[in-house]
């Protein structure tokens, strides 16, 4: 018996994409995502770069907060995705087909390196040089803020496009980021759902 499996990519569907997304913020995306950016350090004139930025709804508030003096940076590996991002951000807000961790802007150019809901989306075995292109990517005192869905999440954890998620763990990923480098790793919580661990690129100072 020949048995037929179907695959679906849910990130080829952007719009289906948001409304789950939006279910997973319980309706308060905009201002969690906004807490994202202020834990991030993100200000006026400000580079950012999001990983994995899916429909750009991160990218393109961090293109509103940095200003026109300021710009943001969306990569995924899916045009569908990158398609609709760019038909909703800003025009300081730039979006990019690439892989996280092909993906390396110059050295020291970037104030804040954002990922929300992709980093267990991202092939584990390339994890580690992801955090390390992104320390190189930030200037001295940049911050990164890698977020995630909660652990025994049950349904939603296991649903379309989850996949992988539902085992994660985000001491795993504070782990990463002090092993690539970076200092103050902190977790967050930004809701019954969500949280996510920052770190910052230290500043050495001479002397
Ligand atoms: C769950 S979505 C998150 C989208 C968005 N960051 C958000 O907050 O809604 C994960 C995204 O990661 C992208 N992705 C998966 N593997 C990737 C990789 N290796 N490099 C860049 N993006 C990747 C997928 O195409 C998808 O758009």
């Given at each position: 018996m020949v048995v037929k499996r179907w695959v679906v990519d849910p990130y080829a569907y952007p719009e289906v994409?948001?409304?789950?997304?939006?279910?997973?913020?319980?309706?308060?995306?905009?201002?969690?995502?906004?807490?994202?950016?202020?834990v991030a350090g993100v200000r006026p004139g400000h580079a950012v770069l999001d990983l994995g930025c899916?429909?750009?709804i991160l990218t393109a508030l961090a293109g509103e907060v940095c200003g026109p003096g300021g710009h943001a940076v969306g990569v995924d590996t899916s045009p569908a995705m990158v398609r609709h991002a760019a038909s909703q951000a800003g025009a300081n807000?730039?979006?990019?087909?690439?892989?996280a961790e092909e993906y390396q802007a110059?050295?020291?150019?970037?104030?804040?390196?954002?990922s929300c809901l992709a980093y267990y989306?991202?092939?584990?075995?390339h994890r580690p040089e992801i955090l390390k292109r992104a320390f190189t990517t930030l200037r001295p005192g940049g911050k990164v803020l890698i977020v995630e869905l909660r652990p025994n999440l049950g349904y939603l954890g296991r649903g379309p496009g989850a996949v992988g998620l539902a085992a994660n763990n985000i001491s795993?990923?504070?782990?990463?980021l002090a092993d690539a480098g970076f200092g103050e790793v902190e977790v967050i919580r930004f809701g019954?759902?969500?949280h996510g661990v920052v770190g910052s690129k230290p500043v050495f100072r001479g002397g």
């Open positions: 994409y948001r409304f789950f997304s939006a279910a997973v913020f319980l309706g308060r995306r905009r201002r969690c995502y906004r807490s994202m950016l202020d899916g429909p750009g807000c730039r979006f990019v087909v690439a892989a110059p050295a020291g150019s970037v104030d804040a390196v954002v989306d991202f092939p584990s075995a795993t990923v504070a782990m990463a019954p759902l969500v």
